[in-house]
Each structure stands twice: as structure tokens, then as C-alpha cells.
């Protein structure tokens, strides 16, 4: 990657939601040819993946503290202030739009600072974000429509700083109350759009997702107030990945799966994982060279407008050049399909969001 893509921080924004559209075009792909039969196999494969991003941190970790130790007084005096903001605390910027001034956090003192209640809450973190996959991959076995589903997720952007206050009992500005019709509004089209048998199973899946990945963002950034970013990340991380490993343990059917299926699918699954990890990244670089997470959100938000555009693109050339794929075809015709009813919902849900940073 160019150094100048690297420091810019609307291209970095923008690689997260590319990246992510084609990540869940693999995962709708793996489900429709039968590779994942259950919604626990994914969080599985993707557990035992989160090795990478964990062993990571701890490597960035070893090295800023060695580099720290390495230091004198006077070398550590000079370090200029920006720089020890983004070392000591990567995510600072996340909080000042994410949820409201009660829950912000300020950055650490030390590079060393610990505290088990943080630790309670990155663990606390990533297991909502496993509930969330659950019900993320559930609604996908239903209607493999990953385009309407994350066009319902965008509504963790409204529910986080709303929830925030709520769980504090602050009151809601008339704004925030304006937020929450107008996304209401564009659930409520997605919701009709779907005309099927299973509706009611879509709705709580769909809402349980929503709101247990709301609840994770909120943990994280108290996880951030309490201590320090390494030994978060590092946490939340491993937590991941014991989250894989245990349903492994527990049931020997899964765990001759999840076998199988990495000895036959290793690269594509491989491919997959360290495309979301590029997405992970490239929105932790974006907040960082942004300062706020306010137009950076805005910019992932169009992550449903790009699973269109690799669906239509992608539905194109199979009907072109590989006619005979005919199941290939329809799993990309469905992510195209009620195009109005998801563009109207899409753009409600968008304006709901800027509402909330105004």
C-alpha cells in the first residue's frame, strides 16, 4: 500500500466497508454452497483466525515497552505529546462520538496502567460481539440477504450513543429523539420489504444482532477508560479465540467439522479472515489520522451500497461468461433484489446517523 493511501484518512475509511462487502460476499457464498451449515461454524473458523491480530498486539506491545525501557528520563521528556497520545491509547478518538461525554474516556498516564475491572470489560466486549456473530450468521441462514441485514446493523451507529445515555439515565435531546423515528422509519421498510414465512424470525434475530454488537462497542470503550490499549485489544482478542476453541472442546460433531472444513477450505477461509482484518486495521488507521469518529462512521455506513455494487458487478460477469452457474447467479440476484425498498431503507438509516452529529 503507497504511503500516501496509508496516510489518508477518507481512503483508509473507505477500504473498510470495500473490504467488508467482500467478506460477507464470501460468507453469503460458504452458506449457499452448504460450506457452513450452522451459524457456530464461522465464529469458530473465525476464532481460531484471531490468533493473528492477538499475537500482534502482544508483538506491538513487547516492542513499545522494550523501546520504552530503552529510553532515559530525558529521551521520555521529549516525546512529544501526540505521539504518546497515539501509542498509549489508539482508540481515543472513538469515544467523543460514539457515546456520550459520561462515558468518555481520558487517556492513561502510564503505558503499564492495569485494571481488572477493564479487563472485565474487553472480555465482556468480545463475548457480545460472539452473540452478535450468532445471530448475524442466524438471520443469514434464513434469508442470505447480507445486504439487508447490514442495512438493519447500521442502526448500532444510532443505538450506541443512545444507549450510552440511557444506561446512565441522562435525558435524550429532542435530536437524538429525531434519530430514533427516522431509523425506526428505515427498519420499518426493511421489515415490510421482507414478505416471507420467517419475518418474525428475521426481526428478533436481526434486533438481538443489533443490539448485543451496540452493547459491545459500549464495553469496549469503558474497557479503554480502565486500562491501557494493548492490554485491552490483547483481551478482547483472546477471549475471540477461546470463544472458538471451547465449542470445539465440548462438542466432538464440531469439532470433526470445523477439521474438515480446514483441511479442504484452509485458503479461502484464510483469504476471508485477512480480508476483515485489513478492515479492522484500516478503520483503526482512518479514526486515527481523522481525530473523531464521526465522519469516519459516516464513511463505513456505505458498506450495504458497496455489497450492491460487487453483487451487480459480480451477477453481470457470471451471466456473461459463466451462464451455467446458475446458483452462483441467484445468490448475487438476491443481494440486488427489492433494490428500492433497500435504497430507501439505506438512506433513512444514513440520515438518522448524521442527525446524531449534528
Known sequence: MSQGVWDNWFLMALLNPVAWAIGCLLDVFLIDRKIYRKPIEPIVVSGLFFYI?????????SLSAVETVGLGPDQLLSIPDQAVSTTVYKHESFSDVMVPETLQHTP????????PTGVLFAVLAALLLIMHLYFY???????????????????????????SIL????????????????????VSV???????SERGKVVVYSSVSVLTVSLSMICLVQAHDQSQSDTVMAWYFLTFVIGGIVPLLVNMRLRIRVLVLLRVFIVLF??????????????????????SASMVALVECALPLFVILFSAASLLIVRTFYKTRIGISNVLALQVAEIKDKSLSMLLIGLSIVITQI
Open 108 to 115: 492513561l498516564e502510564s503505558s503499564n496502567a492495569f485494571s
Open 137 to 163: 450468521y442466524k438471520v443469514l441462514f434464513v434469508i442470505n440477504d447480507v445486504c439487508k441485514l447490514e442495512a438493519f446493523n447500521l442502526l448500532s451507529v444510532v443505538l450506541v450513543p443512545v444507549m
Open 270 to 291: 484464510f483469504a476471508t479472515e485477512i480480508i476483515q482484518i485489513a478492515a479492522l486495521v484500516a478503520s483503526q488507521r482512518a479514526i486515527d489520522l481523522q481525530g
Open 53 to 61: 491480530p492477538l499475537v500482534f498486539t502482544l508483538c506491538s506491545s
Open 167 to 186: 444506561l446512565f439515565g441522562e435525558r435524550l435531546a429532542a435530536i437524538q429523539y429525531a434519530a430514533i423515528v427516522v431509523a425506526t422509519l428505515g
Open 190 to 196: 426493511l421489515i415490510h420489504s421482507h414478505r416471507g
